[in-house]
């Protein structure tokens, strides 16, 4: 996989996630830089990615990737990883572009 530095659709409008359960799933991008809420709880994850394509218990940590294949070499360019969702309809993903800035200033001893 080669990772892609924004998510913006300038790949592909759909997204594809590779998953324990579900396995190879994909559907067109729907929201980008979204707040994710955890239930009724105060806690969120900020600037999350939202897929129409199918999830469920077990796919999170999953990788998320644009598909290029027809008309030329195919290739996979690295979008994120997996982080819920509602099964049969709904992927939410964490951008590589989000976890690298989250990382980034990242000090280990």
Known sequence: L????????????????????????????????????????????????????????????GPTFWWMCCGGPNQAWLGGLAIGGYTNSHLWFSSITGIKNDIANLVTY
Not at 5 to 28: A, C, E, F, M, N
Not at 29 to 48: P, W
């Open 2 to 61: 080669l990772a892609a530095d924004t998510v913006t659709g300038q790949y592909d409008t759909y997204i594809h996630k590779l998953g324990q359960k579900r396995g190879w799933t994909w559907g067109p991008i729907s929201g980008t830089c979204r707040e994710l809420r955890y239930n009724s709880s105060s806690q969120s994850l900020l600037c999350q990615y939202l897929a129409l394509a199918e999830i469920d218990q077990g796919d999170s940590g």
